[in-house]
């Protein structure tokens, strides 16, 4: 779980990630998160100065029709995912492989969706394991994403457009928070009484290695 101090943090603005010693970028929320029974809902922060938006103008950019069918319009996207992750154990690294299907709409003057396109998503994200006190740390980073067009409501186009937008997202706005947690560790679950010190983790071909000093107190 994320700590109220982090998410205290990110309502209050004061999430970025620098891109460079010039420009970073708010990824702050604007509200608590919503989390259903199958989704979560991040309310993310767009400040109104910032060139890049969730519309129909700046997707336009990259696909053209978009713009030229539902101008100046706000727009959605519902991450689904079809199958339940895979795990592979290496030597010194996790792999996690994922896939599901990115749905767009745009939202009409009177709230409802019109949708877009359909776009499948293949991903491969490596974890590292750490550390912190008594508690398992990690750290994402994106290897791959592939993208594949399995339905359009607005004529044929390359996906390849936005798989750097894609890019952007996953690894700008998506990572961070899911670090965000992992950096903040979860704790080992143990029996009363006991209490773990030296502990050490580590990843092998297919198993993790976990190895500590057991006290009773």
Known sequence: MISQRKWREIWN????KKIDKYVGIDYSLTSPPAVGKDSVTLPLKLPTNSRIHLDTAT?????PQVKKMYPIMKMKLHLVSDSAPSVALLADKIILTTSGDIY????LPNSTLAPLFNIKLNAQITTTIGIKGDKITGQLTLDRVQLSLKKSHIGSFQVNCLQTAI???VSIVILPRI???LDDGYPLPLIGHFKLSNLIVQPHKNFLLFATDLSYT
């Open 167 to 169: 890019d952007f997202l």
């Open 179 to 181: 670090n965000a947690a």
């Open 104 to 107: 767009a709409f745009a939202i």
């Open 13 to 16: 603005g004061r999430v970025t």
């Open 59 to 63: 997707i336009g950019t990259l696909i």
